[in-house]
């Protein structure tokens, strides 16, 4: 069984940073893609940024140049560092990994998301 825990989110005033987390687990061979997807109040749920197993990134162009995310082969972790925060970044936080398990079965998992809130 694999899991995906994120971690790291919090209150933070605008103009503020904080480093999200998340980090795979169980029974894991390799991680393909990984990324991070956001959901509003009254929103969808829309991909935020991504990373592939070789390191190629692609971002939401709202968060070009504020946002960065990376990863850790050997951890099986995740980041997105978030600078320049804005309020309209307020949202659930979740994490997305495409990962091949040791039965040789592609499986996707979602962490359960945490909340970013960015307010004065």
């Known amino acids: 069984q694999v899991q995906v825990v994120e971690s790291g989110g919090g209150l933070v005033q605008p103009g503020g940073s904080l480093r999200l987390s998340c980090t795979a687990s169980g029974r894991i061979f390799s991680i393909n893609a990984m990324a991070w997807y956001r959901q509003a109040p009254g929103k969808e749920r829309d991909l935020v940024a991504g990373?592939?197993?070789?390191?190629?990134?692609n971002y939401v162009d709202s968060v070009k140049g504020r946002f960065t995310i990376s990863r850790d082969n050997a951890k099986n972790t995740v980041y997105l560092q978030m600078n320049s925060l804005k309020p309209e970044d307020t949202a659930v936080y979740y994490c997305?990994?495409?990962?091949?398990?040791?039965?040789?079965?592609?499986?996707?998992?979602w962490g359960r998301g945490t909340l970013v809130t960015v307010s004065s």
């Open positions: 990373i592939t197993s070789g390191g190629t990134t």
């Open positions: 997305n990994a495409e990962v091949l398990d040791v039965n040789g079965r592609y499986v996707e998992r």
